[in-house]
């Protein structure tokens, strides 16, 4: 088995992330490395 574990930071942008539909509306945020950190058991 392999498994891809990496992380995408980003800062949202409505214009730029248009394609985050209302089905998605838990990734229109912000996503950076102090969230990571929050969360992250390292």
Do not use: C, G, N
Not at 14 to 33: A, G, N, Y
């Amino acid at each position: 088995m392999v498994i891809d574990a990496h992380q995408h930071f980003w800062k949202y942008e409505p214009l730029k992330h248009e394609w985050i539909d209302d089905l998605m509306t838990v990734i229109r945020q912000d996503f950076l490395s102090a969230d990571l950190k929050k969360v992250a058991k390292f």
